[in-house]
Structures are given as structure tokens and as C-alpha cells.
């Protein structure tokens, strides 16, 4: 199957390339003829949304804003493995034919194309700003991913390397080097939208989380992707611990006490008790777990759920500020 589909796009491309017409090195008539003599065999470039069950290969009429372009132009050219570990089609038993494989020039051409050609006005700048993305939203991404049933239908790869999770819909350990952030967006509002009966489903979902979710699945195969790392920021350099006093005062008293004992009118009632500040040497303890326990709460680093996650609430000055205040006020003495 696959050298009979690589002879006769041989033909045709010799076909073409001896046309006086001047399809090559970026003309949108060659790629034309090869999306719909080939490509449209299997995939639609037109129509609105159309069941899953009504398909024989994913829909591309919004490809040029779905997938990023290295990525497209290595799966024209062979080099990626099949998205879908089974079938596109989970209800058959066996695997899509292979697909057609091009050089690069060709992969080129063809990718640029779809790139300007099938667009979606529905997608819109992505309101994830991955340049602020941070390690524990990525770890709080990867809990929603499986506290939303995703691993029943879509693989990603354990520590370890192995594959885990169902295997009827599109793998995603390579995700953030495949789609673009702003499809991710777009599509996460409801999968439904662009494949109805796809088993993708609409989850009861915050923005905040949607955002955590979004920019996990945007780390997923990308090498060293380089977390932002807020407690390095502007803000924090011009910290003022007179002013986090303040914040102190308005935000932590309640439960910890006014001199950081535990013993604030809010801990009457709490199991496990605050953290006694005047205690802890908090002068001592790492930038990023002061930060994420204020900004995501006592859970986030295995600490109480009674303490909650003020990062909407404070804004990053007044978050930076008041860490000031903790590390030089509480030396554990």
C-alpha cells in the first residue's frame, strides 16, 4: 500500500514538475494538486463539523491554525508516528493506510499552504500566555488531566518513559511540539464544536484551570521547556517587607496571629492548626515553596487545604511583599 502510494505521487510529481506552468518552490497550484488528488481521499478541506463516525481521517479544513509547522512539515515528509495508537476511528478493528510521504521541498510547499489556506475564525489569540507558565501549573495541569478522565481515551508517557492511558483517540505526549496554543484554546472550550461523537466531552471547568491544562499539555514533548519562575521576577526584586506587613495584616492574621503564633481568631476551629510562623525559620526556605504556598495554597506543597491559594486574590507586588516580610520577620529564634 505504501510504495504503490509512493510511485504513483512520483508520477505525478514528475508530471508536475514538467509543466510549463511553474508549479514548484512555493506555488499554491502544486500543493492544490496534491491536497485534492491525494490528501482529500481520506480527509475533508470543506464543510462544517461532521460526526466522527461519518469520517474516514481527522478534518483539515482548519489545519493551518491546528497544527504548528515544523511538526506538519515532518509528518508530510514520514517522520512522525501515527497520532492514534489504533485507528482514527476507534469502532475499527484495523489501522488507517499509510500515509503518503514527500520530501522536504514538497512537505514545505504543501505545509505553507495549508498554513494560509484553512483557516478558523473561531480560533482566536490564546488568552494562555505560556512566556508566565510556571512548573507547579504544569503539575496542577497534570492532575486535571486525570481528575477529568482524559488518560481514558488519550496516552501520554509516565517517568519512566512508557506509554500510559486509552488508546481509541489521539496520543498527547508529543503535544506541545504538534498544535498550536491557540487550537488548544479554542478547542477546550468545547471539543464538540470541531468532531461531534469524537468522545471528547465538555468539563465543568474554571478558566484558571483550563489554563493549568492547556499549558501541561503545551509542555508535552517540548525539550527543556523553561518554566517561568515568578519569584525571580521585577516584582520581587523591589520587594518591600514594611509594606507585606501590611499584607500580613489584612490576609494571614486572621489565622496565623498577629506575631505569626498560630493563634489568629481563625484557628479556633481548624484541624490541622495554622503554622506557627515565629516557629520556622521561613528566613531559610526556598523561593519557589513560599510561592506557591501562598499563591496556590497549603495543598499545593503537601501542606493543609485549610490554607488557601491566595494568587488571585493578592496581586504579585503585594505576594511579593509580603514574602519579604515573612523571611525577615520569622528566623525561627
Not at 464543510?47 to 481527522?58: Q, Y
Not at 505569626?260 to 506557627?276: E, H, S, W
Request: one cysteine or more.
Amino acid at each position: 500500500m505504501r510504495g504503490l502510494l509512493v510511485i504513483s505521487f512520483t508520477v505525478l510529481l514528475l508530471a508536475l514538475l514538467s509543466a510549463p506552468s511553474g508549479l514548484w518552490a512555493g506555488d499554491d497550484g502544486f500543493a492544490e494538486k496534491i491536497i485534492y488528488s491525494q490528501c482529500k481521499n481520506c480527509h475533508r478541506f470543506k464543510g462544517k463539523p461532521t460526526s466522527k463516525f461519518e469520517l474516514k481521517a481527522p478534518d483539515l479544513m482548519w489545519s493551518g491554525v491546528k497544527y504548528q509547522r515544523p511538526w506538519l512539515i515532518r509528518w508530510l515528509m514520514g517522520k512522525e508516528r501515527n497520532l492514534y495508537p489504533n485507528s482514527y476511528r476507534w469502532d475499527k478493528s484495523t489501522f488507517s493506510g499509510k500515509h503518503m510521504v514527500l520530501m522536504r521541498e514538497e512537505a514545505t510547499v504543501i505545509a505553507d499552504y495549508m498554513e494560509k489556506t484553512f483557516r478558523d475564525s473561531r480560533i482566536k489569540k490564546s488568552f494562555v500566555d505560556m512566556s508566565t507558565f510556571t512548573e507547579m501549573e504544569a503539575s496542577l495541569g497534570a492532575n486535571i488531566f486525570r481528575e477529568y478522565s482524559c488518560m481514558g481515551c488519550h496516552q501520554i508517557k509516565d517517568d519512566e518513559g512508557k506509554n500510559i492511558g486509552g488508546p481509541i483517540s489521539v496520543d498527547l505526549f508529543d503535544a506541545g511540539n504538534r498544535y498550536t496554543l491557540d487550537w488548544w484554546s479554542r478547542f477546550a472550550e468545547n471539543p464538540q464544536d470541531f468532531t461531534p461523537h469524537s468522545g471528547e466531552y465538555l468539563a465543568d471547568i474554571s478558566l484558571r484551570k483550563a489554563r493549568h491544562i492547556i499549558g501541561y499539555l503545551m509542555t508535552l514533548g517540548v525539550k527543556d521547556f523553561k518554566f517561568y519562575e515568578p519569584w525571580n521576577s521585577a516584582a520581587f526584586k523591589k520587594a518591600d517587607a514594611k509594606r507585606g506587613a501590611k499584607v500580613y495584616k489584612e490576609y494571614c492574621v486572621q489565622c496565623h496571629g498577629p506575631q505569626g503564633k498560630g493563634d489568629g481568631p481563625g484557628a479556633k476551629g481548624l484541624d490541622p492548626k495554622p503554622a506557627v510562623h515565629a516557629d520556622l525559620p521561613l528566613s531559610d526556605f526556598p523561593d519557589d515553596y513560599l510561592y506557591n504556598l501562598i499563591y496556590y495554597g497549603g495543598k499545593s506543597v503537601g501542606k493543609s487545604s485549610n490554607m488557601p491559594d491566595w494568587g488571585l486574590t493578592l496581586p504579585e507586588q503585594s505576594l511579593a511583599n509580603v514574602i519579604a516580610y515573612v523571611r525577615s520577620t520569622f528566623k525561627g529564634q
